[in-house]
């Protein structure tokens, strides 16, 4: 499958890994939006937000249970953000189900 994040997860697209599972991979974005931006997601292809469904949300449900891990191994002790683009709308540009962690300074509200 043509798909950039399928690449990442096997590792035929170098990334700077910070967290890997049986179900999910975590890494650091080529372009940070804050000092900490990891771009978590399921091995899964899912396509996104819209295409959870009560058969693949365990994954999504186990990544979550992940994020105060992940957040905490890379010193987020001060809070931090978790955000989903969906769709051309929402501003997603790779279509694989990806959750931004966010966090190292004061994030504004609300985004542009
Ligand atoms: P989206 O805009 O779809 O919500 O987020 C996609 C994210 O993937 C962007 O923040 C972008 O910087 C990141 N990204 C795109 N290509 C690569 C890549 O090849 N490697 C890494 N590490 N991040 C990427
Ligand atoms: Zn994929």
Redesign the pocket.
């Known amino acids: 499958m043509d798909c ?1 994040f399928c690449k ?1 997860i096997a590792g035929e ?1 170098p ?1 700077t890994k910070v967290y890997e599972d049986d179900v999910i991979f975590a ?5 940070p939006k804050a000092p900490e931006h990891i ?1 978590i997601i399921p091995k899964a292809h899912i396509p996104s937000a819209d295409a959870v469904t009560a058969d693949n949300c365990g994954d999504i449900g186990h990544l979550f249970s992940k994020i105060p891990e992940i957040a905490g191994a890379r010193g987020l002790t001060n809070g931090y953000r978790v955000v989903n ?1 969906c769709g051309e709308d929402g ?4 279509g694989h189900i ?1 959750f ?1 962690l966010l966090g190292g300074r004061q994030l504004a509200w609300p985004p542009g």
């Open positions: 950039l990442i697209i990334s890494f650091l974005d080529i372009d771009v683009n501003g997603q540009t790779v990806h931004h």
